[in-house]
């Protein structure tokens, strides 16, 4: 399914009126029971602790901020901004919540909870970046759509889908927060995901930091790397040439290798993640060339 529209380019405030938080102006009160929750909500983990003082509060004050709902087909109707706030009112013993009813298309909701949860921060770096990748795959858009419909910059989005490249156990340790993203994209310097695995163990065990791993990266490459050639232009590696590497990896927001010969001649090499980056990689060369 395509879809390659504007739709909610400005996220959560295209839904509400005079560009203001959800208040309790058209809300009606729905019995919980007929509310289900999305299969696609981005977040998967949910504090428990933290859900417990929310219903603690809801047993007092009550859902004050209305649910996001939008009508199924079949009946009931469906979750599409609101999750913590629904299973705090269960969790109390809540017969009825106030919701706001919405007609939303499947695009439209995935696109609301995404954002919703990026704005609280409230998803770990491997929720976000499977909630981009999700917008990706089954809308068509590109890296730069997804970026402007939940108010986030090419390369953040780029950079956090990145983290999809790990290993799935690494994934696993992000996603319980035994490594930080920082972590994580540090270990995507390393060439093999065995590498990255044993790396990520140490992280855990040594309390290594960002910038250990980083370090980490960039001796083992460097003891790879043949060994240079003497003289001004071997020196001249070390501040042009690397230089060059990491404006490069800034403007485009991924790995870039520059190899160099004795004559000063040599390639670059530019990791892609796929042929949608691929080709947004030669647009934005294309670009500057003219």
Known sequence: MAMKNRGLGKGLDALF???????????VSLNISEIEPNKGQPRKSFDEK??????DSIRQH????????????????????????????????????????????????MEIA??????????????EAEGYRSLMDTYNLTQDEVAERVNKSRPAVANAVRLLNLPKPVREQVKNGSISGGHARALLAFESEARMESVAGEIVKKQLTVRDIERMAKDEKRNQQPAKPKGNKGLL???FFTE????????????????????????????FFDKEDLAEIAQRLAGRSR
């Open 50 to 55: 933290a859900l417990a003082e929310l219903a």
């Open 244 to 271: 060059m590497e990491l404006a490069l990896k800034a403007e485009l927001g991924r790995k870039v290798s520059i190899t160099e010969n004795a004559k000063g001649q040599g390639t670059i090499e530019l990791a």
């Open 114 to 127: 995404l954002v919703e949860n990026l704005q609280r921060e409230d998803l770990n770096p491997i929720e």
């Open 62 to 109: 009550g859902v004050i901020t209305p649910i996001l709902v939008r009508p199924l087909t079949g009946g009931g109707y469906q979750l599409v901004a609101g999750e913590r706030r629904w299973r705090a009112a269960r969790m109390a013993g809540l017969s009825e919540v106030p919701v706001l009813i919405k007609e939303l298309t499947d695009a439209q909701t």
């Open 17 to 27: 009126a005079d560009n203001a938080a959800p208040d309790s102006a058209g809300a």
């Open 237 to 239: 590696r070390d501040s």
